[in-house]
């Protein structure tokens, strides 16, 4: 069960369990992989500071959604109000690849994936704490998928084999693979705006036992999904850029030199902006210390939906 609070001390076989259909994927050139983000934890299952690099994007080169606001500044103030007072409902596929009928493969109870939807809404409404972003997620479809082969998902070519066999729905819908990416690897995901670029990738995939359920204490909370669910609504990581620079291009979020790793509570990287922002879902600390999205943030996932994603 989700906490509504947080405490800061600090040949392949597949099940369908349809609660709704969505229409199959449109094709789309794959193109070159784009902005994805690729995260690790630091100390599985330990609630200590590590410096050990949790992620690694790779990026286009270009910020398409900034230039796009800055060419629609329109679009900003539609998306920061959309932030206060819609509601989206974004749907969801959630894909289970296993190597086997046990939990130990891959092979997750319903109830893990019921809790990470929960997760999501309640981090996404503000309920854990944050500024709500006007959306919620709501579970159409479960697939289950017996393949020893693409149970180890790291982001390699198989992804392409995986996806264009599993994905479905347009942009508009959040495609969730849960597999083994390995015990150094959480999960990863593409930019809103790399989504037809893209093509079949976009979606995030994260390892089975970050989910709420699994074994691994601190990141087993259901925060890598939140994490990369930002990522797929377009945020970049608050420490983006270091102390200088658009950083992740959110106002609100204050700048900081480096990932925070464990709760590093007072924690002030960059002089002169604020304490580091360590209890947002964009940096890297544990899932007990993370909590919240801003008001800038909730608006810019608002405007690459509008731009990128909404059908």
């Avoid at 200590?48 to 398409?64: C, K, N, Q, W, Y």
């Avoid at 084999?161 to 990416?181: P, Q």
């Avoid at 089975?208 to 669910?229: C, I, M, Q």
């Amino acid at each position: 069960m989700r906490r509504t609070t947080r405490i800061f001390a600090t040949a392949v076989t597949t099940v369908l369990m349809a609660l709704a259909v969505i229409p199959a994927a449109q094709a789309r050139p794959l193109g070159e992989p784009g902005n994805r983000c690729v995260v690790h934890p630091s100390a599985v299952g330990r609630a200590t500071a590590s410096t050990r690099i949790r992620d690694d994007v790779h990026r286009l080169g270009r910020p398409e959604l900034t230039r796009y606001l800055n060419r629609n500044p329109q679009l900003k103030l539609q998306a920061e109000r959309a932030a206060r007072v819609a509601t989206i409902t974004v749907p969801v596929a959630f894909h289970v690849i296993r190597k086997d009928l046990t939990v130990g493969g891959g092979n997750i109870p319903r109830s893990w994936i019921d809790d990470q939807i929960e997760v999501l809404n309640d981090s996404f409404s503000g309920a854990t704490g944050g500024d709500r972003t006007g959306f919620q997620f709501s579970l159409k479809v479960v697939t289950r998928t017996t393949s020893a082969k693409w149970f180890r998902l790291n982001g390699s070519n198989k992804d392409i084999g995986v996806k264009t066999a599993l994905k479905v729905g347009g942009t508009e819908t959040l495609n969730i693979y849960s597999a083994n990416l390995g015990n150094l690897l959480l999960g990863y995901a593409y930019l809103a705006e790399d989504a037809d670029e893209v093509g079949v990738l976009d979606g995030v995939v994260v390892n089975f036992k970050a989910l709420p359920g699994g074994p691994w204490g601190v990141y087993s909370e259901g925060d890598t999904a939140t994490h990369e669910v930002g990522h797929w609504f377009n945020l970049e990581h608050t420490f983006q850029g270091g102390c200088t620079g658009p950083g992740d291009f959110v106002d609100d979020t204050a700048p900081e030199a480096s990932p925070a790793f464990g709760c590093p509570v007072g924690r002030d990287t960059c002089t002169g902006d604020g304490v580091d922002p360590i209890t947002n879902f964009m940096d890297y600390t544990e899932d007990p210390c993370m909590f919240e999205f801003t008001s800038g943030q909730g608006a810019r996932m608002q405007a690459a939906w509008s731009a990128y994603r909404a059908p």
